[in-house]
């Protein structure tokens, strides 16, 4: 199956009523395993990678990657830059087809974040991909960035926000945290006020801290995608380590990625099935 445009896909949730996974990938292990998760659990989402992963390749390598795995897939999945965070890397990964954007200029006071998301949604929209912004700051850590700062999202910024970037999802800082290291406390009276505002469904990052039970909550209050990628990691990477624990002299890395892939699609598997309690 061809990758699926980032507003068909929005209308797909929408339609099914679902709150949409955002893997996070870094190689082919994790982008394999991600689309034959997707493929078991028979339900769509999105793949991503970060414009500091991309250091690691490029947008065209990833794309042909993620074209690849998909060739035998029957579920719909768009392709989605997450983090971005340059014009630069926008184009290029709209050029190599990525079908969904996210611009990240919530570290930029309000008016140049505004100015910096209405110059990627106008460029963005003109290829009909739809962009996803963040307002507030999230902390802890995602990729090689650390941030220690962890602004919510002020609700009284949404609408403006909204209107003049013309966004068309918005990533929003309720106690949410990237990484494994800080336990996120999400804020629920603050996401109804900003859900009752919002005129674009509403994303929350560093979904692998979040219980399922309060991801499920947050499904009520407008929340369409959630971000996981620590959690991932942590399954591809014990694969290797756990190998290297029984057998210091271990090399055969052929089985060890298989292995790798199996465990990562069990954990994208039972994030889907939690996530929208399948």
Do not use: W
């Amino acid at each position: 199956m061809q990758l699926v445009n980032g507003f068909k896909l929005m209308d797909y949730a929408r339609e099914k009523q679902l709150v949409l996974p955002a893997f996070n990938t870094t190689n082919y292990e994790l982008t394999a395993a991600i689309i034959k998760g997707y493929q078991v659990a028979g339900l769509g989402g999105y793949i991503a990678i970060s414009s500091s992963n991309l250091k690691l390749s490029s947008p065209k390598i990833i794309a042909d990657m993620v074209k690849s795995t998909m060739k035998d897939a029957s579920v719909p999945v768009a392709l989605h830059l997450d983090h971005g965070k340059s014009f630069e890397d926008v184009k290029a990964c709209i050029e190599a087809g990525f079908t969904s954007i996210m611009v990240d200029a919530s570290h930029l006071p309000f008016e140049e974040n505004i100015q910096e998301v209405r110059k990627t949604v106008e460029y963005c929209h003109f290829y009909g991909i739809p962009v996803e912004a963040e307002l507030g700051a999230i902390g802890g850590k995602e990729d090689d960035h650390i941030s220690e700062e962890d602004a919510k999202t002020n609700p009284e910024d949404v609408k403006e926000f909204i209107d003049r970037t013309n966004c068309d999802m918005l990533a929003i800082s309720i106690g949410n945290v990237h990484g494994m290291d800080l336990s996120p406390n999400l804020d629920f009276p603050l996401l109804e006020e900003i859900a009752t505002i919002s005129s674009v469904p509403l994303v929350l990052h560093g979904g692998s801290g979040i219980p399922f039970d309060q991801v499920r909550k947050a499904k009520q209050h407008n929340l369409i995608k959630v971000n996981y990628g620590s959690d991932l990691r942590q399954a591809f990477i014990r694969t290797f380590g756990q190998a290297y624990e029984n057998n210091n002299n271990e090399f055969d890395i052929m089985s060890l990625s298989k292995l790798a892939i199996e465990n990562v699609e069990e954990r994208v598997e039972a994030i889907i099935a939690e996530v929208n309690g399948k």
